[in-house]
């Protein structure tokens, strides 16, 4: 075979652009590129290691052997190493042999921007091209009104390895995976699927949380361009793809990033900055230019290649504190003696701003635990510019109380309506996780008190509050059926728990609730902003129960909700109404259907009887442990 040949896709101004850390688009240069030199086929290798002294590509089309293939590195000082080698093609396994200045080390590194990896515990890169033809011209014309902060955002999340296995406990494709998944989801009326990550990762406990491959979609369900056909059937199937996206950490794997070039390439060399010990993990940069433009051009990846509609980014209060997870003395504090890391606060901005400038109809959601502000506000009046936020404090509180006995609820109403005071600073999302239904925290239902029954109209209750709470929704996989056990990523969800009444009506509980976010524009169209929320009774904790309106553009479309604590009927319990009229019973989570006792209110009318400091009221039966949304 050919030795290497000097070649380059890099311009001088992609150099610059590089240097800069504002080249988006380095997924074009660096990497594996299957192209043609003087009419010969082949592939051009480009890798970033500015403090090697060599560098080898070696791979199955040359024993392996280091100094077959050497790359040739820039003049311009950028510490790229490049060259185009004959006759490999596609399909072909390979990694780079660095020989480093720093100490004469020796690293064997799986390429930072392959498309595609050997299945673990393998771990070359593979050259590769997709050739997927998109269906999805609708979706993607059509994404800014499906996806925006003002229609329905309800998110199924899922782990691809266990949500539904195969026979003898093997992993579905991504192409049964289109037909399976997708039915599934359509059915379910989510509009939205999340999955944990996608990118090559080589241990299965990570959950996909630990990444190498960072632009290859994991080898375990099949090759890049099945992943495509996954994301192209859920749009034709008019649902949204948001991808779990890692800037936060990578593992110290001998092949990934780490200590790449014989030197602190990628990571932080500062071990306060640069090691994450909750995580055993390694952190990134975040000021070293060419680390931004790798990572904001992996973000880019995604959208422009895979059609991905959003990321949320993980870990980001992780990101956002000098001090996180760390003692005095293990952090040093910024500039103006803060605990703000401002190489990343810069680096989000840089993100967010360079996604909503090139995308249209996009979001990105950051999970982040603290009071950090403005983390959902544009970049031009200070905020991070993300599209919204998880809402951990709603999560929190929501679940402590529903994890107590109804006898006790009258002292912990505050834990409910808390989340109102700040409801409205940030476009917030109301996840129930993964993170949720782990490490000894039972599933969502088994935190709920009481018997059987009481378990279930709980959780049917828990549901109905979160879905006619101002905020987008994420649910957890299994919890729409309410699986009893934890989750475990090593088998698939207990489908076999559908053949029982109480799971089959959670199942068609959480549809219907699907079903009446997408309906009504009140519970979407002002579902970020103080306009769309208003409390009718928030005081009677002695009861138990809290009433309040939903409100969108049209006051005509108002939906009054009632949720009822306690497992007791109550009779004639009577609300504030702020006109007169006929009411009209839309929901409620005591319907037979989903399992309740089918305690319901056929008629109801307005009286001149004024309440709860508004001019008329209405008198109705609330259900045990029960949701019940009106019309207005």
Request: charged fraction near 25%; hydrophobic fraction near 35%.
């Amino acid at each position: 075979m050919n030795k290497t040949i000097p070649h380059s896709l890099f311009t001088d101004f992609d150099i610059d652009l590089f240097k800069a850390g504002k080249h988006y688009r380095l997924y074009e240069k660096l990497g594996a590129h299957l192209t043609e030199v003087d009419r010969q086929k082949g592939v051009y290798f480009a890798v970033w290691a500015p403090s090697a002294k060599a560098v080898s590509v070696v791979g199955d089309f040359n024993y392996w052997l280091e100094g077959e293939h050497p790359l040739n590195v820039r003049w311009d000082g950028s510490g790229i190493w490049e060259g185009f080698i004959p006759e490999v093609d596609k399909g072909s396994k390979y990694k780079y042999k660095i020989h480093s200045h720093h100490n004469d080390i020796k690293t064997e590194k799986a390429d930072p921007f392959a498309f595609y990896c050997e299945k673990p515990p393998q771990t070359a890169s593979i050259v590769w091209d997709t050739h997927h033809k998109w269906k999805d011209t609708k979706w993607m014309a059509n994404r800014r009104d499906k996806n925006g902060l003002d229609k329905p955002y309800s998110v199924y999340e899922v782990h691809l390895g266990s949500w539904r296995r195969g026979d003898g406990n093997r992993f579905l494709s991504y192409i049964e995976l289109a037909d399976e998944l997708v039915a599934y989801v359509k059915d379910m009326n989510f509009t939205h699927v999340e999955f944990m990550p996608v990118m090559e990762y080589p241990y299965d406990p990570s959950w996909g949380y630990q990444l190498v491959g960072y632009f290859a979609p994991t080898a375990r369900f099949g090759k890049p361009d099945d992943f495509m056909v996954l994301v192209d059937k859920l749009h034709q199937a008019g649902i949204g793809v948001i991808l779990d996206w890692v800037p936060s950490h990578f593992p110290e794997d001998a092949h990934g990033l780490g200590f790449f070039d014989g030197t602190h390439l990628y990571e932080h060399p500062d071990r306060r900055k640069g090691y994450h010990p909750d995580w055993k993990s390694l952190i990134f940069n975040y000021g070293r230019n060419e680390v931004r433009s790798f990572l904001i051009s992996n973000a880019v990846f995604w959208l422009d290649k895979y059609h991905i509609d959003g990321l949320r980014v993980d870990a980001v209060a992780s990101m956002l504190y000098l001090d996180y997870s760390r003692n005095d003395g293990e952090w040093e504090p910024n500039i103006y003696g803060g605990r703000e890391n401002l190489e990343t606060i810069s680096f989000l901005k840089e993100l967010n701003e360079e996604v909503y400038r090139s995308f249209e109809g996009v979001q990105t959601i950051a999970e982040e635990s603290t009071s950090f502000p403005m983390v959902s506000r544009p970049t031009y009046i200070g905020g991070l510019g993300f599209g919204m936020k998880w809402m951990m404090g709603w999560m929190h509180d929501t679940l402590e109380y529903f994890k107590k006995e109804a006898i006790y609820r009258k002292h912990h109403q505050n834990d409910l309506t808390f989340s109102m005071t700040y409801a409205f600073t940030e476009n917030f999302m109301l996840p129930l996780s993964h993170d949720e239904v782990v490490y000894g925290k039972h599933s969502i239902l088994g935190r709920m008190p009481g018997d059987e029954w009481q378990q279930f109209a709980n959780l049917r209750l828990l549901y109905s509050f979160m879905f006619t709470h101002p905020g987008a929704k994420l649910l957890f996989m299994g919890g729409e059926f309410g699986q009893g056990a934890e989750w475990n990523f090593e088998q698939s969800l207990d489908w076999h728990q559908l053949d029982y009444h109480y799971h089959r009506g959670i199942k068609n509980l959480v549809r219907a609730l699907n079903k009446l976010y997408k309906k009504q524009p009140a519970l979407f169209e002002k579902q970020f902003t103080a306009d769309g929320f208003e409390w009718i009774n928030y005081t009677d904790n002695e009861n138990s129960v809290l009433s309040y309106i939903r409100k969108g553009n049209n006051p005509e479309e108002n939906l009054i909700i009632v949720c009822n604590m306690t497992p007791v009927i109550r009779e004639n319990y009577r609300i504030g109404i702020p006109a007169e009229g006929k009411l009209k019973e839309i929901f409620n989570s005591d319907d037979e259907d989903f399992g309740g006792s089918g305690v319901k209110n056929k008629k109801l009318k307005t009286d001149m009887i004024p309440w709860n400091g508004r001019p008329f009221s209405a008198a109705m039966t609330l259900p045990p442990l029960g949701g019940d949304c009106i019309f207005d």
